[in-house]
């Protein structure tokens, strides 16, 4: 078998196409030079009328990355027939069927940067592989907005939304997800209300409508709440439970803070971590270091159980028992702050009053029984990529790689 038949039986070519040369530079690599053969042009068809057509001219040589032989570059070079349809004398470029979207890759060659787009930085890839990092950006870019295009968000029904650090100095991304399917469906930059009118035109963009979610999830943000009843008139608010313990582990930091400006400094110190864990998770040595800090009767400790009791209702069944539990609950910290310096006790004071403020939404999770635990999962994740990264020089980079890890879009796949 010659060169130009083994590679074009590897190409997959079929009767319209033929390879017609076939050589190697030392320095350049491989390059195949393609043309149609008599077979193209009983499959082609005029784009408008779907008459048939003829060769009309050809192109200059245009020229394609495809993937590496060996480790060779492999490049296909040919000369494009255009057609002129016999009927509306139209004149269009055929288009080959390894042609990707963008004008200088195969559509092997993009299926195998989308998949390593995926796992390694792009930066980091473009040396890899022997290109520029803007030319490859502009490959994904193409894909995953060809892919959100054809994506279809009419089932969509339990949304959960949350914010993402995109730098430092206050700079946010609002991320939309799927809880029920686990994809990202959105993100627009800020954490205001107006992301929540750009989510909804989004959402119909994509044959969905905002009036068909039934639950969002969030953190207790004012601007969120306001852009969803705004928007989605049927959605329950359901305050996730992550975000209502963690406003709680953040008040027992303060109290701890506070009490170790005291005398009970020398007993506090180096304590941060073992407040911040659950009594299952801490090996013997800090077990013992827990029971021996509860002993002194520290107002910290007090902060402490008074977290894992909050824990425990969330672990109730009943939403009425819930309630009342949750009532006393605020009930309990308002007395025990009665009797402390205000300094001590305001930052648990002030959790109780974000409960009774938000009651409402925070019930909906024992009626609904949704978390954000997809977000905070997915913001590790990317967090990570982002990492590896060493960040993203624009939002429409951070955007786009967001969807291609976490969207689930229908991208193209090696076919082997």
Not at 116 to 142: C, H, M, Q, S, Y
Not at 286 to 291: I, K, N, P, V, Y
Not at 366 to 387: D, I, P, Q
């Amino acid at each position: 078998m010659t060169p130009e038949k083994l590679f074009h039986q590897m190409l997959g070519l079929g009767n319209e196409w033929q390879v017609t040369d076939c050589r190697f530079d030392e320095n350049n690599g491989v390059f195949l030079e393609i043309k149609e053969s008599p077979g193209l042009w009983a499959t082609v068809r005029c784009p408008k009328c779907s008459g048939s057509v003829s060769c009309h001219d050809h192109t200059e040589f245009l020229e394609w990355r495809h993937l590496n032989v060996f480790e060779h570059h492999c490049h296909i070079r040919a000369r494009l027939p255009r057609a002129r349809c016999a009927a509306c004398q139209t004149v269009q470029r055929v288009t080959p069927p390894w042609e990707g979207l963008s004008k200088h890759f195969t559509r092997a060659f993009e299926a195998y940067i989308l998949l390593l787009a995926r796992e390694v930085p792009v930066a980091r890839l473009a040396r890899l592989v022997g290109e520029t990092d803007t030319r490859l950006w502009r490959l994904i870019k193409a894909h995953v907005q060809k892919a959100r295009a054809q994506e279809d968000y009419s089932q969509v029904v339990c949304v959960g939304v949350d914010e993402m650090a995109v730098r430092k100095g206050h700079h946010y991304l609002s991320v939309f997800a799927d809880l029920i399917g686990r994809r990202v469906l959105f993100g627009a930059p800020g954490k205001d209300a107006s992301v929540i009118d750009r989510f909804a035109e989004d959402l119909q963009a994509h044959n969905g409508h905002p009036h068909a979610i039934l639950e969002v999830s969030m953190d207790m943000s004012h601007a969120y709440r306001k852009g969803v009843t705004e928007n989605c008139r049927n959605a329950r608010v359901v305050y996730d439970k992550y975000h209502v313990i963690a406003n709680v582990n953040a008040a027992v930091d303060q109290v701890r803070r506070a009490e170790s400006l005291g005398p009970a400094w020398l007993a506090l110190r180096r304590t941060m971590w073992l407040w911040r864990k659950n009594p299952e998770n801490l090996d013997a040595q800090e077990s013992a270091r827990l029971q021996e800090l509860q002993s002194q009767r520290l107002w910290t400790a007090r902060a402490y159980q008074m977290r894992l009791t909050l824990q425990e209702i969330y672990d109730e069944e009943d939403p009425i028992m819930a309630r009342q539990r949750l009532l006393d609950w605020c009930q309990l910290i308002r007395q025990t702050a009665q009797t402390l310096p205000k300094i001590i006790f305001a930052s648990m004071l002030g959790v109780a009053k974000m409960i009774q403020n938000h009651l409402e939404g925070i019930m909906a999770h024992w009626t609904h029984k949704v978390t954000n635990a997809y977000m905070e999962g997915l913001n590790s994740v990317f967090s990570a990529t982002k990492r590896k990264a060493r960040g993203y020089r624009t939002t429409e980079n951070l955007l786009t790689m967001l969807y291609l890890v976490a969207a689930k879009l229908r991208l193209p796949n090696l076919t082997h």
